[in-house]
């Protein structure tokens, strides 16, 4: 099992951290749409698993681990209760929840991709995967919320590409047979630097050329 | 098989009766966002079943029993030629609907929960896919609505919390092997009372504490 | 297997044609929702494998297709190179994406229903599963682009039927054991030819008897 690059209890105590990180940040959107307590623990639980239950239903991987061990499931009401009392305190220490998101942004992206390889998925369907293990859980906080997803706008620091860099090092790692605690750190601090210099310096993607032949939003036909 | 509280025939009636109140629910949103009748159809059928195919493939019940039973599928396309036809007498009698909305939802989430602990979830995972049983139709019917989910307005008499108590009923029974035909319509009355009566008395759910520190909705940073 | 219509690598073609123009379609939608690069390839992976993904799921075929055949994946990479650079004149033979994407729509909702037979689903289910292939990454894509549905509106032109009706065929063609190879073609060539003539005269479908009784839209309360 490639997936289990650490010791079990640092491995969890890993995935603790991060699911209580991408519970903040989704519990917070719930605070800025003015939902209530329920509304803030469902965009908790969705951010922080969405993208590893995604993840396992496509591999097979069921029921997800998510609905498997407890402490995945309580670790976002852990959250929520952090959130609700506690929301302008949470968000004044904003460039910690950042730094603290890159983190689990890093390793969910190794985890994620060494799952998919462990459950007999090629190269490339890995790197995908484990990149939708990363970025997963945002895209489905934003759809609930009824807003365009983050990761997709052009006018947000990269969030998809410190992912992919994180996901395709593993996967290079895994090809030469050299994926190990040491090397595993060291694609998910790769994935966390980027990630942290893409907010610092705010590196975006390109658009399209030629956008001035584009219509306008909002004018173009749907399908 | 605890899912099977009921004589097959009472539990098939029971279930062809909620799915078929589920589905005007999703038909009258899509008359509210004048969708043509195929938008009405898909609206039924994605809240009638919604809930029910995601607990079966979280749990591994594949093809979800929505997909196994003609009836099922059905089922909601008669809601369909209802609402399309006499829309406007359905919404005259909204209070009956929203009185069989509350027992779908008490029913759903009993069987959700049932079923879940049946393929082998832990107690806390078997609530949570309960409670998604009954209300993950509403959530996907205001999704593809384009729409924020209902289910996570502060500004809506609870629908959320009479699922949860209904489901944490079930599992309460089942740890302590009491769950039968009789304890299982105690839960889903439970839960259906608890509905009928948020909505009586409009009972919400409280917000976020400390709110006015928040940024206003919509200037907020999305991820 | 009735869902291997062609040989092999005629079936792989029509595959990798129908997964380019869905994806071009997504792309598209991108560009005009000005997201980046990134973006443009999230819309045309979602929009060209969206629909197969689903129904893979509901059958239990894991990992689903598109994550086990390399061309798949790439396929609307290539798609979003193409509109990255060149959407201005993508646009411009708007009418030939038009064609190719009801070529696709024939094709997909052929080989889903088929898939769908073949993995032991029943008829009616098989049809909705078709239909579902076929349209379901359209709807993805809107979802993700924060846009009611495409295929749900009342002032666009049929899309939903033409795959209907293709599905309905080959449910009948497996029912009476005469799918082929010719028989299937056509299918997908009636659901084409549908679809060309919904969009050549702007066949619609009807919405709600007596809408001036409805609540206007925006007014109605969403749950």
Not at 53 to 82: E, K
Request: aromatic share 8%; charged share 15%.
């Amino acid at each position: 099992m490639t997936s289990q690059l650490f010791e079990p209890g640092v491995q969890e105590t890993l995935d603790l951290v991060g699911i209580f990180v991408f519970a903040l940040s989704g519990g917070l959107l719930a605070v800025r749409k003015n939902l209530d307590i329920f509304g803030i623990a469902v965009l908790a639980e969705v951010t922080a698993l969405g993208g590893g239950v995604f993840r396992d239903l496509i591999i097979g991987a069921v029921p997800p681990a998510a609905f498997q061990n407890m402490g995945y499931f309580l670790d976002p009401l852990a959250a929520t209760l952090v959130v609700f009392f506690l929301h302008p305190e949470v968000q004044r220490i904003n460039r910690t929840v950042q730094l603290l998101d890159a983190a689990g942004l890093g390793l969910f992206c190794v985890a994620g991709t060494a799952k998919a390889h462990d459950y007999g998925l090629g190269v490339v369907a890995s790197v995908a995967l484990g990149m939708a293990t990363a970025v997963g859980g945002g895209v489905a906080r934003d759809l609930l919320a009824n807003e365009l997803p983050s990761l997709l706008r052009w006018d947000r620091a990269l969030y998809a590409v410190p992912a992919l860099v994180g996901s395709a090092i593993v996967a290079g790692l895994i090809t030469v047979h050299h994926l190990t605690a040491v090397t595993g750190t060291f694609a998910a601090l790769s994935a966390f630097v980027l990630r942290m210099l893409a907010l610092r310096y705010d590196w975006r993607a390109p658009r399209a050329w030629h956008r001035g032949s584009a219509s306008p939003e909002g004018e173009g036909d749907g399908g």
